[in-house]
Each structure stands twice: as C-alpha cells, then as structure tokens.
C-alpha cells in the first residue's frame, strides 16, 4: 500500500497546480487542474448520455486526462511550441510502474484510450476537455477577464460530437450566471424540460 499512498500524494499536486493559460490571461488565482478535471469529467458524462456513449466510462476518461500533469505541470499553448514533453502514455506509464498490476493497467488503458480518442467515450471526454475550457472561459469572461475569446475559439475548433457543439452553442448564448435566474424558490417545483 504504501506506493499506492505515494501515487495519491502526487495527484494531490493537481489540486495545487493552477491551469497556466489563465495566469496569462491575468486571473490572479486560476482554476486549479483538478478544478478542470473534476468539471470535465462531468460534462463527459453530459456528453456520453446524450451521445450514447457509456458515461461513467466517458467521465472516468476524462478523470485521468491531465493526471499527467502532477509530473510536468499545465503548460500553457504557448510554451508547448518549444518545451518537448514526453507523451501521455509514457508519463502514465512512470507515474503506476509501482502500483498493483489491476489498478496500473486500469489507469494505463483509460490514458491510453483517452490519447487515442478512438472510441465513442474517448470522443465524449475529449469534447469534455475542451468544453469545460470554453464554460471556463466564459465565467472568466463574465467576471471581467479580456482576451478569452482565444481559449473559446480553441475550445471550439476541436470539438468532435453533434453535443459537444449543441452544448458549445448554448453555453456561447447562456449567461454563466443565468441558471439563478431559473431556480425555484424553496419548496416549490418546476416542471423539468
């Protein structure tokens, strides 16, 4: 147990290390990778639902999709043109060479699937990734940020699924704030769409 225990100390680092694009774009205390993780996992599950994928492997995809970065921090667009990283599945590999083979090869498949973006799941979390940058971008935006339409436009290029861009387009129209507007007061209930 005792390597297991270290793997969940590294990851742990995720919840320190702010995604640096934002520092860029000047917010002073940015999501932090796990923040992103944790939402892309969730908007994977959105996604798969819809798409008919299968969604608690779609949001387990998206889970590990930065895991990687515990070992090379979030390097920014920028950066990425002269700083050569190793690939994915190499660090995946690094990172569970000492864990039990079941949970080393669990993890390993699901990066590995991830990177190849070949299955309807992997689809669904990597339009997740981008879309939760997008949803990010926009609450940066509403609070003020300038020059988040980059991170969109990224965001937006590089979506794959009918949903992902359904879900872009509504989130492009929508208010980051505009879900207040629509709750129900205590104890009342409205019909659901």
Same mark, same amino acid.
């Given at each position: 147990?005792?390597?297991?225990?270290?793997?969940?100390?590294?990851?742990?680092?995720?919840?320190?290390?702010?995604? !640096?694009?934002?520092?860029?774009?000047?917010?002073? !205390?940015?999501?932090?990778?796990?923040?992103?993780?944790?939402?892309?996992?969730?908007?994977?599950?959105?996604?798969?639902?819809?798409?008919?994928?299968?969604?608690?492997?779609?949001?387990?995809?998206?889970?590990?999709?930065?895991?990687?970065? !515990?070992?090379?921090?979030?390097?920014?667009?920028?950066?990425?043109? @002269?700083? !050569?990283?190793?690939?994915?599945?190499?660090?995946?590999?690094?990172?569970?060479?000492?864990?039990?083979?079941?949970?080393? #090869?669990?993890?390993?498949?699901?990066?590995?699937? @991830?990177?190849?973006?070949?299955?309807?799941?992997?689809?669904?979390?990597?339009?997740?990734?981008?879309?939760?940058?997008?949803?990010?971008?926009?609450?940066?935006?509403?609070?003020?940020?300038?020059?988040?339409?980059?991170?969109?436009?990224?965001?937006?290029?590089?979506?794959?699924?009918?949903?992902?861009?359904?879900?872009?387009?509504?989130?492009?129209?929508?208010?980051? &704030? #505009?879900?207040?507007?629509?709750?129900?007061? &205590?104890?009342?209930?409205?019909?659901?769409?």
């Amino acid at each position: 147990m005792t390597e297991t225990t270290r793997f969940l100390y590294e990851l742990g680092l995720l919840k320190r290390y702010p995604r !640096t694009g934002w520092l860029q774009l000047g917010v002073r !205390t940015p999501e932090s990778v796990a923040d992103h993780s944790f939402r892309a996992s969730v908007v994977a599950t959105v996604l798969a639902s819809a798409e008919g994928a299968d969604p608690q492997r779609a949001a387990f995809l998206a889970l590990w999709h930065d895991s990687q970065e !515990t070992r090379t921090t979030d390097l920014p667009h920028l950066a990425q043109r @002269y700083v !050569t990283s190793a690939p994915h599945e190499q660090i995946t590999e690094d990172q569970v060479r000492p864990l039990p083979p079941a949970l080393a #090869g669990l993890i390993r498949a699901a990066v590995q699937e @991830y990177e190849a973006g070949a299955t309807p799941e992997a689809r669904c979390a990597r339009d997740a990734d981008k879309l939760e940058m997008l949803l990010q971008a926009r609450e940066y935006g509403a609070q003020g940020h300038r020059d988040v339409q980059p991170f969109i436009d990224s965001a937006l290029s590089r979506l794959q699924t009918a949903t992902g861009r359904k879900l872009a387009a509504e989130a492009l129209a929508e208010p980051p &704030l #505009g879900w207040l507007d629509h709750t129900a007061p &205590l104890g009342h209930t409205e019909p659901r769409d």
